[in-house]
T-cell receptor
Framework: GNSVTQMEGPVTLSEEAFLTINCTYT??????LFWYVQYPGEGLQLLLK?????DKGSNKGFEATYRKETTSFHLEKGSVQVSDSAVYFC???????????FGEGTQLTVNP | GAGVSQSPSNKVTEKGKDVELRCDPI?????LYWYRQSLGQGLEFLIY????????KSGLPSDRFSAERTGGSVSTLTIQRTQQEDSAVYLC??????????????FGPGTRLLVL
């Protein structure tokens, strides 16, 4: 079956530090890949997505590249802000499927 | 509508009681999904609706769980004879089309259920 593995958290960084949250997946076919973010007290919001190999999704300074050869979709940001503190979820959607399969989530805390 | 809405936002119930959770999807979205977010299990898929039918209900954890959708819009998730392990945040999502490549699912704020 499908699965998504994220790096374990929590992750604590200082403002303006570089962020990487690793995400690898197992799936048949050619899934679409997503990063969702959950800010404190709020629902899940789409951060970025990529639908095919070598696509780069980007939003709000965050980027992730769909790497089929390494089955990865790592999230990066060059300079984090306190407002980026949230839980980040990597997810995949099968080509022929309807359900999202989520990773465990990574709690990020950014200190001033 | 502006976004996916869910009600109630919080629900406290006693073990053995039935509960109903409601979801209003974004207007015009044909697909609707229910997920559960709990500490021990992370985010789990429960059921998916295309229009008023449910082609995939394989994620429902037991026969105490059921869901329906009417008019291609509002959906209700019902949990009968609630148990403490049902305590979780129940999330609803909708998308414009089902089974589209890279189709984005938009999530509601969730209903936090606590079974005492």
């Amino acid at each position: 079956g499908n699965s998504v593995t994220q790096m374990e958290g929590p992750v604590t960084l200082s403002e303006e530090a570089f962020l990487t949250i690793n995400c690898t997946y197992t799936a048949t076919g050619y899934p679409s890949l997503f990063w969702y973010v959950q800010y404190p007290g709020e629902g899940l919001q789409l951060l970025l997505k990529a639908t095919k190999a070598d696509d780069k999704g980007s939003n709000k300074g965050f980027e992730a590249t769909y790497r089929k050869e390494t089955t990865s979709f790592h999230l990066e940001k060059g300079s984090v802000q306190v407002s980026d503190s949230a839980v980040y979820f990597c997810a995949l959607l099968e080509t022929s499927g309807s359900r999202l399969t989520f990773g465990e989530g990574t709690q990020l805390t950014v200190n001033p | 509508g502006a976004g996916v809405s869910q009600s109630p936002s919080n629900k406290v119930t006693e073990k053995g009681k039935d509960v109903e959770l409601r979801c209003d999807p974004i207007s015009g979205h044909t697909a609707l999904y229910w997920y559960r977010q709990s500490l021990g299990q992370g985010l789990e898929f429960l059921i998916y609706f295309q229009g008023n039918s449910a082609p995939d209900k394989s994620g429902l954890p037991s026969d105490r769980f059921s869901a329906e959708r009417t008019g291609g819009s509002v959906s209700t998730l019902t949990i009968q004879r609630t148990q403490q392990e049902d305590s979780a945040v129940y999330l609803c999502a909708s998308s414009l089309f089902p089974r589209g490549v890279g189709e984005t699912q938009y999530f509601g704020p969730g209903t936090r259920l606590l079974v005492l």
